[in-house]
C-alpha cells in the first residue's frame, strides 16, 4: 500500500461507500422531487417524465395502432408525442432505433406511460446490477457503489437504455469461455444499438469462439425476420430513409448538444474541427481501439477483457451520450474483480475513482470548457485494462509489436 501514489491510498473503502450513500441518496431525493413535481406525464420544466423515453413509448403506441412506419417520421412522432403528453409545447425526442428495438417499445405501449418508464427503468436497472454482483460477487460494497454511480441518476433521469446496453455487452463478455451459446445471443441482441457491437466481431474472433459467433448471427437474424414478420419491409425501408437526416443533425450537426455527446467526433466538432476531420479522428480513434481491445481480447483475463471491451464499444462510434457511460460502470466492475484477484498497479484507483464520477461533472464541464470529461474516462479504463493485459498476461508480446517498442 505504501507504494502506491496518495490519490490511490486517499480512497479507503469506507470513503468510497460514504461517496457512494452520498450519492445514491441524491439520486432518491432528485427523482422522488421530479415526480412528485410533474403534473400527469409532463415534469416541472415541461419535459416529459424520462425525457427520451418518450420517443420509445411513443413508437411502441404507433406500432401497436398500425403506423409503424411513421415512427421514424419525425414531424409524424412529435404529433402523436404533444397528444400522449397533452401539452403542444411538448419537447421532441426522435426515434432514431432500428426496428428490433421496436419490439420492446410496442411491449412497453401496452402500460400506462409512467407505468411503463418505471417498469423500463426498475428492470433493465436490476439486470444491470445482477451483473455487477455476479462480476463482484464477494464484494459487499458491490452493488452500492454500482447504486451510486452518477451515471445512474443521468440514465434514469433520460429514460434511457443504456442499463441493457450495459447488461447485453458486459453479460456476453462474462459468458463468452463459459456458455458461448448465451453470449452469443446476449451480444446479438445489441442489433438494437448497432454502434456499440462495431468491435464484437473482432472480440469474439481474438477469442477464437465460432460457436459465439454463430449464436450472434443467428440472434441477429432471428430479431431482423421478427420486425419483417410483424411489420413487413416499410418499417426497415423508413429507418434506412430516417438515417441521413439523422446523420446530418444529430450527428454532425449535433443537435443533442457537444456536451451531451461525448465521443472523438463531437470532441473535434465542438473545438471548431470540421466535418471530415471529425471523421478522420474518430475513424483512427475507432482502428486503434479495435485493434487494443481485440489484442486484450486474444490473451486478457474475463475480467481485463471485459473491461477493454465495455470501454472500448465507447470509443467506436461518433455518437455516444453521456447516459451511455453505464457501460463504463460495468467495465469498472471487471477492473475491480481482476484487481481483487491480482493486485492493484499504480494510479488504478485514482483513474477509476475519475471514471466512476466523471458523469455527474462531464456535462457541465464539457458545456464550460469543452472539456470531454468522460471520453477522457473512456480512454482512461481502456488504457488501465491494456495495461493489466500486458504486464499479467503479455497480451502485447508479439514481434511486431515489439519491434514498435525500443529496448
Request: with cysteine; proline share 6%; glycine share 8%.
Amino acid at each position: 500500500m505504501t507504494s502506491l501514489p496518495f490519490p490511490d491510498r486517499f480512497l479507503t473503502r469506507a470513503r468510497i461507500r460514504l461517496t457512494a450513500a452520498l450519492v445514491l441518496a441524491a439520486t432518491v431525493i432528485g427523482l422522488l422531487t421530479l415526480f412528485a413535481m410533474a403534473h400527469g406525464t409532463v415534469d416541472s420544466l415541461g419535459r416529459p417524465l424520462g425525457t427520451d423515453f418518450s420517443n420509445v413509448w411513443t413508437a411502441g403506441w404507433m406500432a401497436d395502432h398500425g403506423r409503424a412506419t411513421l415512427a421514424w417520421d419525425w414531424p409524424a412522432q412529435h404529433e402523436v408525442q404533444k397528444a400522449i403528453h397533452h401539452d403542444r409545447a411538448i419537447p421532441f425526442y426522435g426515434w432514431h432505433y432500428p426496428p428490433p428495438f421496436l419490439i420492446i417499445a410496442t411491449l412497453l405501449a401496452q402500460f400506462p406511460y409512467v407505468v411503463a418508464l418505471l417498469i423500463w427503468q426498475g428492470l433493465t436497472l436490476a439486470l444491470a446490477l445482477a451483473l455487477v454482483r455476479t462480476i463482484l460477487p464477494n464484494d459487499r460494497d458491490a452493488v452500492l457503489v454500482a447504486l451510486g454511480a452518477p451515471v445512474v441518476l443521468v440514465c434514469l433521469g433520460h429514460g434511457q437504455n443504456a442499463f441493457m446496453t450495459a447488461s447485453l455487452l458486459g453479460g456476453g463478455m462474462l459468458l463468452l469461455d463459459r456458455r458461448p451459446w448465451i453470449a452469443g445471443m446476449l451480444l446479438g441482441a445489441l442489433v438494437y444499438k448497432p454502434q456499440f457491437a462495431v468491435l464484437i466481431p473482432v472480440v469474439i474472433a481474438a477469442r477464437g469462439n465460432g460457436r459465439a459467433f454463430l449464436s450472434a448471427g443467428l440472434t441477429v437474424a432471428a430479431l431482423c425476420l421478427v420486425t419483417l414478420a410483424i411489420w413487413g419491409w416499410p418499417v426497415w425501408q423508413a429507418f434506412f430513409d430516417s438515417l441521413p437526416l439523422t446523420k446530418h443533425i444529430i450527428i454532425e450537426n449535433g443537435a443533442t448538444g457537444w456536451e451531451k455527446i461525448q465521443s472523438p467526433f463531437a470532441a473535434i466538432r465542438q473545438w471548431g474541427g470540421s466535418i471530415p476531420a471529425a471523421y478522420a479522428a474518430q475513424s483512427a480513434v475507432t482502428a486503434l481501439t479495435v485493434i487494443a481491445a481485440g489484442l486484450v481480447a486474444r490473451r486478457g483475463s474475463m475480467e481485463v477483457r471485459g473491461a477493454a471491451a465495455l470501454a472500448a464499444a465507447l470509443l467506436c462510434t461518433p455518437y455516444v451520450l453521456d447516459y451511455d457511460f453505464v457501460l463504463l460502470g460495468i467495465a469498472i466492475a471487471f477492473m475491480a474483480a481482476d484487481i481483487a484477484r491480482r493486485g492493484a498497479l499504480r494510479w488504478e484507483a485514482s483513474w477509476l475513482a475519475y471514471a466512476w464520477m466523471a458523469p455527474l461533472f462531464g456535462r457541465a464541464l464539457s458545456a464550460l470548457i469543452h472539456v470531454p470529461v468522460n471520453l477522457i474516462a473512456a480512454i482512461a479504463v481502456l488504457a488501465l485494462a491494456a495495461r493489466r493485459a500486458g504486464l499479467f498476461d503479455r497480451a502485447f508480446d508479439y514481434p511486431a509489436i515489439r519491434r514498435l517498442i525500443p529496448a
